[in-house]
């Protein structure tokens, strides 16, 4: 019978120890951290991913099976036109990685920002890696600055062009009244 709660205790242990067991540790950043791009410009800004199982050899194989992003909606909400696009992870990382294996500089994501109308200012957002089980795996953040739309203005010279013009204008005007003419009887 005494040797019931020493058995226990050493069940427990094991459990909780398994329990405690750490997960697949995943390194994983994202370059640039920040860009920046004029609303309305349709060109997209891309991110690329750098992953890292650092977990030590003899570990199983890390399953990135999905991924999760949070979109600060400061200063406002991304208007409908306007979207970030992860088909990148899909088609670049949805794999395997063994234990210490790295992807380097792969295309990540793809942020469009075509609404002329999207706010400006600082857009802070997080992408987190997940397994096959929805639990994450790695976070990294990233962000896009979003400045005004370049409107057309028309051209303004600048004062200095005007005098370099206005000069030119009046020389040839001072040469003109100096030049000798010719009469009938010259020719």
Request: charged share 15%; aromatic share 6%; no cysteine.
């Amino acid at each position: 019978m005494k040797k019931l709660p020493a058995f226990s205790l050493a069940l427990i242990g094991i459990l909780l120890s398994g329990a405690s067991a750490k997960a697949d540790d995943l390194s994983f950043t994202i370059t640039p951290l920040t860009q920046s791009v004029a609303a309305g410009d349709a060109t997209p800004l891309l991110f690329y991913a750098t992953v890292t199982d650092t977990d030590a050899l003899g570990s199983p194989s890390l399953n990135l099976d999905g991924d999760n992003i949070n979109v600060n909606s400061e200063p406002s909400p991304l208007p409908a036109d306007d979207f970030v696009d992860d088909s990148g992870f899909w088609s670049n990382l949805n794999v395997s990685l063994d234990p210490e294996e790295s992807i380097t500089d792969q295309l990540l994501l793809a942020v469009t920002i075509s609404d002329p109308t999207t706010a400006p200012g600082l857009y802070e957002q997080t992408f987190q890696i997940l397994d096959e089980n929805s639990n994450e795996l790695g976070t990294a953040d990233f962000s896009f600055t979003v400045t005004s739309a370049s409107s057309t203005t028309s051209v303004i010279p600048e004062p200095s062009s005007l005098l370099l013009l206005g000069t030119g204008l009046l020389g040839l005007g001072t040469l003109a009244k100096r030049k000798p003419r010719l009469t009938q009887s010259e020719l």
